[in-house]
């Protein structure tokens, strides 16, 4: 079943903050998050493990809650570069490995 | 030169015409995947292979059929389109284990 992420939009300013969110009513194993330019191929951000484990990179982190099956992704201090849809892709264990993403945020920072 | 390419990049064609979606990587991984990609649908699994002897059903695998010619290859066939099956195509690959998955530039395709 297909995660929801939310909010499905979101238009910042340079400089400020935004958080998204993915949630599965299914177990999960790991989440992984992509960004999207408009025309490209999706671009691999970071997979989050079973464990809350928090991981980051550089002003993006993210989060993962097995217990609450969610993960959400922070952008602090946004950068102009940051626009773009960011996609989570969930897969709940098991030798069948495949990820199942959600819709997708659409992240637009403005100068 | 890019690790995972697909061809074409961009296709017209007509309803119930025969078209294939090649895709190629010099990544050395086993695992190659088709999604296609709808406006505010997200990513969808149409079919994936684990090997060359293994190939699985995705979610929306109605309509498509697929070829995994070598450990390189994986082809995405539509025998007979139709316009619901215009969207854009993505093919992706992946080493053994939980890894990220890496796309290629995709294929846009438009079906008359």
């Known amino acids: 079943q297909q995660p929801v992420q939310s909010p499905q939009a979101v238009i910042l300013r340079e400089g400020e903050d935004a958080v998204i969110n993915c949630s599965s009513s299914k177990a999960l194993y790991s989440v992984h998050w992509y960004r999207q330019k408009h025309g490209e191929a999706p671009v691999f951000l970071m997979i989050?493990?079973?464990?809350?484990e928090q991981k980051g990179h550089e002003k993006i982190s993210a989060s993962f809650n097995e217990k609450k099956q969610q993960s959400s992704l922070y952008l602090t201090a946004s950068q102009l570069s940051y626009s773009g849809t960011y996609f989570c892709?969930?897969?709940?264990?098991?030798?069948?490995?495949?990820?199942?993403f959600g819709k997708g945020t659409l992240l637009t920072v403005n100068p | 030169d890019a690790d995972v390419t697909q061809t074409p990049r961009n296709r017209i064609t007509k309803t119930g015409k025969r078209i294939m979606l090649e895709c190629s990587q010099t990544?050395?991984?086993?695992?190659m995947y088709w999604y296609r990609q709808d406006p505010g649908l997200g990513l969808r699994l149409i079919y994936y292979?684990?090997?060359?002897?293994?190939?699985n059903k995705g979610e929306i695998s109605d309509g498509y059929s697929v070829s995994r010619q070598a450990q390189a290859k994986f082809s995405l066939s539509l025998e007979s389109a139709i316009p619901n099956q215009t969207a854009l195509y993505f093919c992706?690959?992946?080493?053994?284990?939980?890894?990220?998955?890496?796309f290629g530039p995709g294929t846009r395709l438009l079906v008359l």
């Open positions: 990544k050395g991984h086993d695992r």
């Open positions: 892709g969930t897969e709940g264990g098991g030798s069948n490995y495949k990820l199942t």
């Open positions: 992706a690959t992946s080493g053994k284990g939980r890894e990220t998955q890496y």
């Open positions: 292979s684990f090997d060359v002897k293994d190939i």
């Open positions: 989050l493990l079973k464990g809350g």
